[in-house]
């Protein structure tokens, strides 16, 4: 822009028309359109026993869990919810006191657990249970035990097998498996004797189940369901033996050569003629050759084994009519994640012709929404994550003022600066998540109104996500760190040239020390052209 002084006042001139935020119910926190309220039971179920929930922070964040519909299906005082990582603590108050009682009961099919048919029901004379239930994933639910002592020492209890669970829009890993709410109706229902309880217990998720499916969502079956079945991709726990996929040898292109690039797994790789299995997943994989490639400029390889030539054949064949690229020959999704990794290779190789650029710039045109922001492909919803893979494509390709106009790149700017409200959040009206302050970061650095950001609110979200026991970074405060955000929120503390931290190159997502070598490559590359040249114009003079 000519002036530097009017930036903010040009952007904040756009004219946007954000959406109106759906109506939420007061109760359940849903969107009124989708409210199960209307399901739970007339009057809340003053039951006799007490249900004690020991939840995961995250759950509270799933907008498909099943908790509220306890706390809001039973009475007052009937429904207890801690929250944490580890239990008791000092803000759970009364919490050590219900765990040291001798009539609390933990249902959690651990080794000394017993069925649940061996717990006496409840006689008049005997004094109602606490039923302690775990809520989180199973990863979770397994990470809370281990750390709660006291869980340990209680009597315990587990649902025979058999069990079949209807909250069929998220995977259980067996079959036996059943959410929270399930649970604790089941067990209400037998100790209390009474198969009202769970019946309207039940209700509100089962509507929800039949609304999801209806606008669809598809039935998760079980993972041990899959893997009988052949209908569930196996991990297999092994190191990766190799990192530089076998590409074929000799000079002339044949159909071979669009197989070409690094796989997603080394267990692919089998000695030819040693066996009888289909070679239809022997073929490269988009994403897979980005960061194999990535990977072998941050270790300073001079890429010398690499069949660049190859590879980028293989890249061409992936870019599908409309523009985008699929990852696999063998088949997958095509959409704004794979235009952006095909670029990131076509960049490090130094070599476009995989690209179709014209095709390509339609598509990202195309899926650029209303807002300015952009999405997975045409007509969807504009998001962070996908916003960067177009503009760090163009941007790869040295093309921003060619595929967008001046107002589109004043738009996707003022779009980006709006998704901050301490660190980044993804789409309008979501919480914020530390993988965003990478990801609208490197957009707004590539834009160049990074500076406009505020620095110290996204530091200190970056920050607050990490785990002051184990380390790492999360998604969201006070949930489990993973690599994934931990990277990223690295990444974003880069952008801002956090002390300590190697600045990362916002478009290729490599530190600036990695991009200064692959920029020496792509000299001493040209270097070698121009003396092929020479030497080929000085046969052609003497002859």
Known sequence: MDDESNVWSDLSSLPADPPKMREICSRCRRPVTVCWCPYLPDSPLDVKCRVVILQHPAEQRRCLATVPMLSLGLAPGKCLIYRGKRFPQTRHEGLQAILESPDSVLIYPSKDAVDLEELPPLADSSLPYNLILIDGTWPQAKAIYHSTSLLHAMRQIKLARGSVSEYVIRSQPTDGCLSTLETAAQVLSFVENDNYIKEKLLQPMIALCDFQLDHGAVTHQSTEFRVKHDTYPRQIGKRLSKLLQVLPDGSEKDDSWKRCGFEGSSTFISPRGETNCSTIYE????????????????LGDDLSRINRAAIIEGVKALQQDDGSFCATLAGSESDMRFVYCAACVCYILRDWSGINVEKTFSYIMRSMSYDYGIAQGPELESHGGTTFCAVATVALMDQLDTCFTHRQLDGLRRWGLFRQVSGFQGRPNKSVDTCYSFW????????????????????????????????????????????????????????????????????????????????????????????????????????
């Open 283 to 298: 073929c490269g994989h988009l994403a897979m050759t980005y960061t194999g490639l990535a990977s072998l400029v941050i």
């Open 440 to 543: 609208l970061g490197a957009v707004l650095k590539i834009l160049g109104v990074f500076e406009m950001i505020d620095y110290q609110e996204n530091t200190e979200y970056i920050l607050s996500t990490q785990d002051p026991i184990t380390g790492g970074l999360s998604k969201w405060v006070d949930t489990t760190p993973d690599p994934l955000h931990t990277y990223m929120g690295l990444c974003g503390l880069s952008l801002m040239k956090y002390s300590g931290l190697l600045e990362v190159h916002p478009a290729l997502n490599i530190t600036r020390r990695a991009h200064q070598h692959l920029d020496e490559l792509h000299k001493s590359w040209h270097t070698i052209c121009e003396q092929k040249l020479r030497l080929v114009l000085h046969s052609d003079s003497d002859r």
